[in-house]
Structure formats: C-alpha cells, structure tokens
C-alpha cells in the first residue's frame, strides 16, 4: 500500500506491506537506521521515535498509521552540530554501547519539550521506559537534568 | 518477531468499520493504540486477515463528566486522562489507577477501548471498571447494546464482544465528592504489569460506618474480579485497626491466583492481602 508522510521535515512517500512497522519502514524504505530495534514488542524503547511531536514506540505502531502524519527521528532533531542534550549525553558519558541511546535522545527531547522544568523524579519515571542494558542510568539522567535549562530558554523565548 | 501478514482498512464511520469486521467472519481485529495488538502480532499469538484501524472515527477520543459520571470514548489515551485535571475530583480512583498503566512512549498510543477489549487480567483500567460497575457501550451489526463490566470479561483475554463489534465507550457511575477510596498495586519496576493490586471504594454512611463497599483485585484470576466476601466485612462496620485486619485476612483466603514464571499463587494472595491492608489503611487518613 502507498504511504506518505512527513519524515523529519520531508514529505516522503513508500510503498509498505501492511504488516510494516513504522520502525522498519523507517530504516529499510528510508535508510535512517539511527532509530535501532531491539526488542520489537514494546519493551526497550530503543526505537522511539516523536509522532506529532510525542514520543512513541516505532515497532509498535504500523507504518500505515502515520499516513499524514510528522515523524521525527533522532537523526531529525540535530543538523551538523549535537543538539545541547547530544552534548550533555556526550559531556556525561551518559553512553556506553550507544545502541539505546537515539531512544533515550528522542524519549528526553519530547519529556524536556513538554516539560521543561521536570524533577529528577519524573525524568526517572519517564526513562524507566527505555532500557540501557550497559546500565549507565544514573549519567544519562544527569545529561536529561543538565539540558532541562536550554529548553527552559528556549520555552521562555 | 514480525508481524504476519495481513490488510489494513482505515474506515471513516463506525457502521463501515462494523461492516469490515463482519466481512471476516472473526479473522477481522480492531486496531487503534496497538500498544496490546502489536506485541501480540509480533509474537503472532494473533493473526487476523484484516485490521480495521480506528484512526479515522471521530467522537471516540473525548473525557465527558456530567452529574451520571464519567464517560470516556474508547480512543481516550493514557496520556488524556492524565493530563484531564477535572478527573482528580470527578474520578480520583480512575486517576490514580491510569498512572500506574504502562511506560510514557506507550501512555501517548494506548488507549482505554484497547485495554479493555484486550482484557489483561493484571491490567489497570479492566480492575476500574470492575470494581465500579463499569458499562460498556458496544457497537455491532446487531445494533448498540449497553454490557455491565462484570459480564464483558469472560477470561484470560476474552471478552464478550463478538467478532463484528466494536467497544465504543465506557462509562464509570458518578462519584460522591466523599466517597473513601485507594488503588494500590505492586510491580517490580513501575510502569510494568502488576503482579497484584486492589482498587477499592466505600462510602460512609451518617453514623460513620462502612457503606456500598466495592473491592476489585487485578493479576489473581483469569480476568478482573470483585472481592464481594471482602465487602461483606466491611459493609456495615466502622473502620478501625481489627476491620482492616479481618478483611486482609478474608481477601487472602478467597483469592485463588494461579502460580506462573513472575510469582507463586501464594504470594500474589499474600501480595493482595497486604495491599488491601495498605488500601483501607489510606482511605481512612
């Protein structure tokens, strides 16, 4: 079946299967394979990705759904420099492997974006839904409290 | 862990969508969060011929609260009722049970039809409406028929929807401003499915004892239930130290969990007992 939708900032069209998941369909029909698979059922959050500006679980979610739609990858969110959250990941070592790192980048730029000022607390709650099976939790949640001021500026702009 | 092959429709009315499912003679499934659906594809426990996407239906995503309660259409997300601050009064039960539902990226797809229709029997919003009388409203070739939660779960992930219908609302009687109430459930990392938990509501009546109690408890049984033997102890007594004591007690003794990989049947009776303790505990303060 024929889709299109806008695909970090593009309108792209592809011809899926039905049974596609938008996670697929955005590495194979596309090649933007910063958006990893792991689990494919809903478990890792490697794959998140924002839909209309919200995050959400690629693999969960066929591709035929987001016909209209704007989805944003991690490779959308930054151009040829890190984003301040890239370089807060960056500066605190807050990867190891790197393998969930696109899903902890896309899961903390959409918390940060609606919530700016989140505690510690909620930025725990809301990457308790994203695995790092490196465990280095507790730098990737002091990159996430690093960035919360530049979105904070960028809110107040 | 691919999904099998299939259709996919995206109907812009209910009826069409009905029609579609009818078509399929049972190998047509509703799809519209798929945060149950998908998983269940990808380990193809379900392979239907067609998936009918819910995503064009209009009227189905909306919060209503009037003075009959709360109705909320089967597209309701997670994310919907907690961001909806009037639910903290007109339902503080349904909000405190929906945060405990699932992970972030999942609360901004599921939604409140997929849960029910699913019928985890440890999920949260299927104990809800257990435990409040929940009524559901359902949609199918034969018409709309209105089924009380208490017969819409008929199993481990059964229901009594029939293939060609669609759940299209579920509506939660009205809640007194001072009923008592707690939802409490236990799971190794927040967000996961719980190995037990209680919901549970009463009323007090004018000379301060225990009225209309209701006691739910999810991940013990096949789906959803009430504990009615608990509510028996409870009706008709103040709360005190030795009530509470004596229902966590009847609450152990009637539930019969089933032992599987994440926990024995005889801890999850003891994990609802100590809830249950917890709960009325907390309705009291």
Not at chain 2, 123 to 137: D, H, I, L, N, S
Not at chain 2, 146 to 174: K, R, Y
Not at chain 2, 241 to 260: C, F, G, Y
């Amino acid at each position: 079946m024929q889709i299109e939708f806008n695909l970090n900032g593009q309108l792209v069209g592809a011809d899926v299967e039905p049974r596609t998941t938008l996670a697929d369909c955005i590495r194979n029909d596309f090649g933007q394979t910063g958006t990893h698979l792991a689990c494919e059922h809903g478990v890792c959050g490697a794959c998140t990705v924002l839909l209309n500006g919200e995050a959400v679980r690629s693999c969960l979610m066929l591709a035929a759904q987001v016909q209209g739609e704007q989805v944003v990858t991690v490779e959308g969110l930054s151009g040829d420099e890190l984003t301040p959250l890239q370089a807060a990941f960056r500066k605190h070592h807050a990867l190891q492997c790197g393998f969930c790192t696109p899903g902890f980048i896309t899961t903390a730029h959409a918390l940060l974006s609606h919530e700016p000022n989140a505690d510690e607390e909620r930025i725990r709650e809301v990457l308790s839904g994203n695995l790092c099976r490196c465990s280095g939790y507790i730098p990737i949640v002091e990159a996430v409290l690093e960035s919360r001021s530049f979105y904070q500026d960028a809110g107040s702009k | 862990m691919k999904p099998p092959i299939f259709e996919y429709a995206s109907p812009s009315t209910v009826a069409e969508a009905v029609g579609l499912l009818a078509s399929r003679d049972g190998n047509a499934k509703v799809i519209s969060g798929g945060q149950s659906l998908m998983p269940m594809l990808a380990f193809r426990l379900a392979a239907p011929e067609l998936l009918v996407d819910l995503k064009h239906l209009k009227d189905l995503g909306a919060i209503h609260i009037d003075e009959d309660g709360v109705r909320l259409g089967a597209k309701v997300r997670w994310c919907d009722i907690e961001c909806d601050t009037r639910l903290a009064v007109s339902h503080p039960l349904l909000a405190e049970a929906i945060k405990h539902v699932a992970h972030y990226q999942i609360r901004n797809r599921g939604t409140v039809g997929g849960s029910l229709a699913h019928a985890d029997p440890s999920a949260e919003m299927p104990g809800v409406a257990m435990t409040c009388e929940a009524r559901m409203t359902i949609v199918g070739s034969a018409g709309t028929r209105v089924e009380m939660a208490d017969n819409f779960f008929t199993g481990p992930l059964q229901t009594s929807l029939e293939p060609d219908e669609i759940l299209t609302e579920v509506h939660l009687p009205a809640w007194p401003v001072a009923r008592r109430w707690a939802f409490l459930e236990f799971a190794r990392r927040k967000g996961d499915f719980a190995m037990a938990g209680v919901a549970l509501y009463y009323d007090l009546d004018s000379r301060g004892r225990v009225s209309n109690a209701h006691v739910g408890a999810i991940g013990v049984a096949d789906r959803p239930i009430r504990l009615t033997e608990v509510e028996a102890v409870l009706n008709g007594n103040p709360m005190s130290e030795k009530l509470v004591a004596t229902a966590s007690a009847k609450a152990r003794e009637t539930v019969d969990p089933p032992t599987d990989i994440h926990a024995p049947g005889a801890y999850r009776a003891a994990l609802v007992a100590t809830l249950l303790g917890r709960g009325l505990k907390k309705s009291a303060a």
